[in-house]
């Protein structure tokens, strides 16, 4: 079975500070891996997505993610925060076979104007 | 990217009655629609999995008589919470699942919050 942990539940910046949120999947075959934002009060919105290829990922509005297969990691980031990306942050991950998706708990951002 | 919809996108209800929401794939074809819901501050919970022209494979302890899923056609899944009460209150989201071979990616929905008085 397939799982994801964020270890970052609650994370608070100042405007500018740049981000790092941890993801850690468990599975030991081939993964689709994906980051999702919710912002306040709204669904759910794809963030980038990583299936093969290059393990640096880019993204919509500046984030980016690298996959680690050895660390069967998929951290994101982002230089630098803005208000505006206060939100929560899911990592989930899929695999091939496998078509359910595992999100991880969430890590709440609140980026301090 | 594919869009997916919801309808409608918030109910308020009386205890004991029966809610219906509707999940539509708006421009491509979903053999396969999950649910999941959504409890505030949490992440999203798979409830079950819809598969077009059959019945729905529910996750443990999602009760299956309570909450109705028919996947009637290649667009369209629904979700009937039966007989609602405050506790079944929540956002539910749905999906939509693409795949073709090693790839699968899903496509949410706007979600639906329902609030049982």
């Known amino acids: 079975a397939q799982s994801v942990s964020q270890h970052n539940h609650h994370v608070i910046l100042s405007e500018a500070a740049s981000l790092e949120l941890g993801c850690n999947y468990s599975?030991?075959?081939?993964?689709?891996l994906f980051w999702y934002v919710q912002y306040p009060g709204q669904h759910l919105q794809l963030l980038l997505k990583?299936?093969?290829?290059?393990?640096l990922v880019k993204g919509i509005k500046g984030f980016e993610a690298e996959f680690i297969k050895s660390k069967f990691s998929f951290n994101l980031r982002k230089p630098s925060v803005q208000w505006s990306d206060t939100a929560e942050y899911f990592c989930?991950?899929?695999?091939?076979?496998?078509?359910?998706?595992?999100f991880g708990t969430g890590t709440k951002l609140q980026v301090i104007p | 990217g594919a869009v997916v919809s919801q309808h409608p996108s918030w109910v308020i209800c009386k205890s004991g009655t029966s809610v219906k929401i509707e999940c539509r794939s708006l421009?491509?074809?979903?053999?396969?629609m999950f649910w999941y819901r959504q409890f505030p501050k949490q992440s999203l919970m798979l409830m079950a999995t819809s598969n077009e022209g059959s019945k729905a494979t529910y996750e443990q302890g999602v009760e299956k008589d309570k909450f109705l899923i028919n996947h009637a056609s290649l667009t369209l899944s629904t979700l009937t919470v039966t007989s609602a009460h405050p506790e079944d209150s929540s956002f539910y989201i749905c999906?939509?699942?693409?795949?073709?071979?090693?790839?699968?990616?899903?496509?949410f929905g706007p979600g639906t919050r329902l609030t049982v008085l």
């Open positions: 990583y299936f093969s290829g290059d393990p």
């Open positions: 421009d491509f074809q979903a053999t396969t």
């Open positions: 989930a991950v899929t695999s091939r076979g496998y078509q359910k998706v595992t």
């Open positions: 999906s939509a699942l693409v795949a073709a071979g090693r790839y699968n990616e899903q496509f």
């Open positions: 599975y030991g075959g081939t993964v689709n």
